[in-house]
């Protein structure tokens, strides 16, 4: 009888923990931010890769000057090749590396594509920015090794364990799209592509300020000889670029320190700041915010002049053969330009408000 009582009592009391755990990570799905409903699209771009479980011939990682300056459904139309980008805001280098060391435990890829910005910050920047590259990546050694390598002195590792400590100050904010979102994520971006077809020309873009150092941080390059490493372990070609934004300003100091070190390691290295007039970027049209990133028309004619680059150099397949591959392309390209058409009729009718003062009429 003694022994019922004590089984029982124990399964009493095991199903009252899962309850309680199963009640704490609810309120934490609750609590936690829903990017895409916060009009913070670049927090969702790194779980975005999770719903795409088909293989890539070319892997993006970096920053906003691959995520917004380069469009893989072009990619795909232009030469059948498949690719997704693993960017987020500010992606710092030690977080583009275990971005790619995770992105390997579910494939490999022929080629990786790293841009070189980040390698002007040697340290931690921000948590915002932390937050935005590390919430949505799934716990791995991967995610553990990034959160360790990018918190700041202020942050504290069991918030990112346990993201209600964090985030349960949220009370006062939370709607019904926060409930929604609990069991919903709507993808928005395009193979880890964020679109704007807005135009705002770039106007004159001063000479950089002199700086005491131009020389990279160790820390930078001790990540990029793990990512050299990793990709030769893997039989990848790594190609190292520096993407075509005008600012910030990329220094010839900093530009022949990427220079020497490709030369050294025998990898690719384009700095497209080079190559503008050839991709044929015209900075009156291609770019959304003066310069800083490419818009919808620029990010396809950059792609349109790498996919050839990329087809010129690698042997890589042509998809645009497989029933299988092309239907699924095929439909990421529908929903591509259907939201560029929908971009385009949003800006057309902004443009007759503000030239007009009225709701343009149906």
């Known amino acids: 009888m003694k022994t019922k009582q004590k089984h029982t009592a124990l399964l009493t009391g095991a199903a009252a923990v899962l309850i309680l755990i ?21 927090g969702t771009l790194i779980a975005d890769y999770y719903d795409d479980p088909t293989h890539h011939d070319v892997i993006f990682v970096g920053d906003c000057e691959v995520y917004e ?3 893989p459904v072009t990619l795909w139309e232009e030469h059948g090749i498949t690719s997704f980008i693993r960017g987020s805001a500010q992606q710092l280098i030690w977080q583009s590396y275990y971005l790619l060391e995770e992105t390997l435990r579910y ?3 022929e080629v990786v594509v790293f841009n070189v910005l980040s390698m002007k910050y040697g340290e931690p920047q921000s948590e915002a920015y932390n937050r935005l590259n590390l919430d949505g990546m799934r716990w791995s050694a991967s995610k553990l090794g990034a959160v360790r390598a990018s918190m700041t002195a202020e942050e504290d590792f069991l918030s990112y364990v346990f993201p209600l400590l964090r985030y349960h100050s949220r009370w006062s904010e939370l709607s019904g799209e926060d409930v929604s979102g609990m069991f919903q994520r709507n993808s928005v971006s395009h193979a880890g ?34 990512m050299v490493n990793l990709c030769t372990e893997k039989g990848i070609q790594l190609v190292l670029i520096k993407a075509p934004s005008l600012y910030p300003y990329w220094y010839d100091e900093w530009d022949k320190q990427m220079e020497d070190y490709a030369r050294e390691k ?13 991709v044929g970027l015209d900075f009156t049209q291609d770019t959304y915010d003066g310069g800083l990133h490419l818009n919808l028309s620029g990010a396809e004619k950059l792609t349109k002049w790498f996919g050839q680059w990329l087809a010129d ?27 560029a058409e929908d971009q385009a009729r949003e800006l057309e009718e902004i443009g007759y408000l503000k030239s007009y003062g009225a709701k343009k009429p149906e």
């Open 69 to 71: 300056n380069f469009s």
């Open 313 to 339: 150099h690698y042997d890589l397949p042509d998809h645009s053969g497989d029933a299988e591959i092309q239907a699924l392309w095929s439909q990421r390209s529908q929903r591509y330009h259907a939201m």
């Open 266 to 278: 025998g990898v690719p290295y384009i700095n497209f700041l080079e190559l503008i007039d050839e």
């Open 107 to 109: 494939e490999t890829p």
């Open 193 to 226: 592509f964020l679109m704007r077809a807005d135009v705002k020309a770039a106007g004159t873009i001063p000479e950089g300020r002199p700086l005491a150092d131009y020389q990279f941080d160790q820390n930078c390059y001790d990540y990029l000889d793990k």
């Open 22 to 42: 199963g009640c704490l990570f609810l309120i934490q799905e609750l609590m936690r931010p829903k990017y895409g409903q916060l009009n913070i699209p670049e």
